[in-house]
């Protein structure tokens, strides 16, 4: 085996190591990503996507390594002959053992996806049944149901849902009312739980992959931030922190507080409300830009790399 | 009017009715005056979800509701507020989880803000 793919090889896992270890950790431990949760999202997103295709990466590159050097000429020698009908020509047990496995990272990724899609679409639509049944639709479209419990939610879907309970209702003036209903609705607007929906799909597949959990529970708080900011536009930031701290206040003297399966609570809801009481000061432009460009050349390079073949 | 309102109009009307009801009394209490045809078929729907239970009065069949509003408000609650640590829902709460200890942190910054209004 050509030792130039080897070391290309090795360097792109050791890409993806770092970027599942310290690049992850450091993320999540960041403090700017309250100030553009929007950035920091696709940030979480590029991080995850670039991990990905450097390790299949890193197998296409062991797989095609005898065909040509240097390794994107091997690519393309490789293109030409799955479109000329003979893909495994010249490759030896290994070779078919990396390509293998690089076909498999992609399914495997596509199907815990697929799988997380199915298993939520399934759970909601008991819960739609019930909520359908139960809720009493007030004439903006908001769907109450009879519970002493203050709680407010996005049930997503073709026709997301949003839910709230009479305990919310006595609890809150007109303002925080409607600025927990349009925080919800920023969500439905939003698809937010589509842009979750990888993340939840890896953190479940991956429960002890650290990187995996920190990803998840750094997505859902940015995604969190996302509808403050879009309720703060609306009604103030002080009326969407006065909402979180009373409805805290409400659950926690209704009962025992449900504890996060992520695991990563701690200090969430504070950093909420801290926030909202704050101005807002988004990162700078020229930050932003970078991470945007980042998250654009990382699908484009390994398209940049194949598209000479196919001309 | 859709199934879906019309189920959600017989549950409600049987659910303020303990001693159970009558098709025809079903029919002549909503407001939408279906036939009583129609609301038997609504009922049949139900029964088959085991929402509705009924039970032989002479020539006619009285309707009950299995479990009481109350009940199934309190099922939907426990399932979306994940306290079955039902995750797969993936609903976007308002309020997710709370640290006991952010509620006292809350109530020191909750008025500071207060005070600022």
Redesign the interface.
């Known amino acids: 085996m050509p030792s130039a793919a080897l070391a290309a090889a090795v360097c792109l896992v050791a890409v993806t190591v770092v970027l599942l270890g310290p690049a992850a950790g450091r993320l999540s431990q960041a403090r700017w990503v309250e100030r553009s949760p929007r950035t920091a999202l696709v940030l979480w997103q590029t991080l995850l996507a670039a991990a990905f295709s450097c390790l299949v990466a890193a197998l296409l590159t062991l797989a095609v390594a005898p065909l040509a050097s240097p390794v994107p000429h091997g690519l393309h020698v490789f293109t030409r002959q799955v479109l000329a009908g003979e893909p495994l020509r010249d490759l030896g047990g290994v070779q078919l053992a990396c390509l293998a496995g690089a076909i498999a990272v992609v399914g495997w990724s596509a199907s815990i996806t697929a799988c997380a899609f199915v298993r939520q679409a399934r759970r909601r639509r008991g819960h739609r049944r019930q909520v359908d049944l139960l809720a009493t639709r007030n004439e903006d479209g908001v769907h109450l149901i009879d519970h002493a419990v203050p709680a407010a939610y996005c049930l997503p879907g073709l026709r997301p849902r949003i839910v709230i309970t009479s305990g919310l209702v006595g609890l809150l003036d007109t303002r925080e009312l409607a600025a927990v209903i349009d925080h919800e609705r920023a969500h439905a607007r939003g698809r937010h739980h589509l842009l979750l929906l990888p993340f939840s799909a890896l953190a479940s597949a991956l429960p002890h992959l650290p990187a995996a959990r920190a990803a998840h529970t750094g997505a859902a708080r940015l995604v969190e931030m996302l509808a403050d900011d879009a309720a703060r536009e609306r009604h103030g930031g002080a009326a969407v922190a006065r909402a979180l701290v009373r409805v805290a206040e409400g659950r926690a003297q209704a009962g025992p507080l449900p504890t996060s399966v992520l695991g990563a609570a701690e200090g969430a809801l504070t950093a909420r409300v801290r926030r909202l009481t704050r101005q807002a000061s988004p990162i700078a432009p020229w930050q932003r830009a970078l991470v945007y460009g980042a998250a654009l050349a990382l699908p484009a390079g390994p398209l940049a790399v194949l598209i000479p073949c196919m001309t | 009017m859709r199934l879906?309102e019309l189920?959600?109009a017989v549950?409600n009307e049987l659910w303020t009715r303990p001693q159970g009801a009558l098709a025809r009394e079903l029919a002549e209490a909503l407001p939408s005056q279906p036939a009583v045809t129609t609301v038997l078929t609504i009922l049949d729907r139900l029964a088959r979800k085991e929402?509705v239970r009924r039970e032989r009065t002479g020539r006619a069949h009285r309707y009950f509701a299995v479990h009481s509003?109350?009940a199934?408000?309190?099922?939907?609650?426990r399932?979306?507020?994940?306290?079955a640590?039902?995750?797969?829902?993936?609903?976007?709460?308002?309020?997710?989880?709370?640290?006991?200890e952010?509620?006292a942190?809350?109530?020191r910054?909750?008025q500071?803000?207060?005070g600022?209004?």
């Open positions: 879906g189920e959600r549950m929402l509003k109350e199934h408000a309190a099922d939907a609650m399932l979306a507020l994940g306290q640590g039902d995750r797969e829902l993936a609903l976007t709460h308002f309020l997710d989880v709370v640290d006991p952010d509620v942190a809350l109530r910054l909750l500071g803000i207060e600022e209004d």
